[in-house]
């Protein structure tokens, strides 16, 4: 978990962050542009939390995989989350 969170810093933060809000942005769009706010706080939710699950479950990869790994697991965190929030609220 200590090597995530260093190999996170500043700017890895903000690229989950900016990962989050995009793919947030995204499904508002495919969504008819309805609860926008809605959508990105669950990408960024999703975005931030998965990174962490996998390094809480060891995946270490996430960590020694640098920032484009680390991306690609924000992403995907984000669609799960996005993709549950479409099911509950609409």
């Known amino acids: 978990m200590d090597t995530l969170f260093s190999v996170l810093g500043g700017m ?17 769009l495919l969504n008819g542009g309805r609860h926008k706010l809605r959508y990105i706080a669950m990408g960024v939710v ?9 390094a809480v ?7 020694a995989g640098g ?11 984000a669609a799960i989350l996005l993709v549950i929030a479409k099911l509950v609220f609409d």
Do not use: E, K, Q
């Open 67 to 77: 920032l484009v790994l680390l991306v690609l697991s924000a992403l995907v965190g």
């Open 12 to 28: 890895g933060l903000l690229f989950l962050l900016a990962v989050g809000v995009l793919a947030g942005w995204i499904a508002s």
């Open 46 to 54: 999703g975005a931030l939390i998965f990174p962490l699950l996998l």
């Open 57 to 63: 479950l060891g995946a270490t990869v996430v960590a």
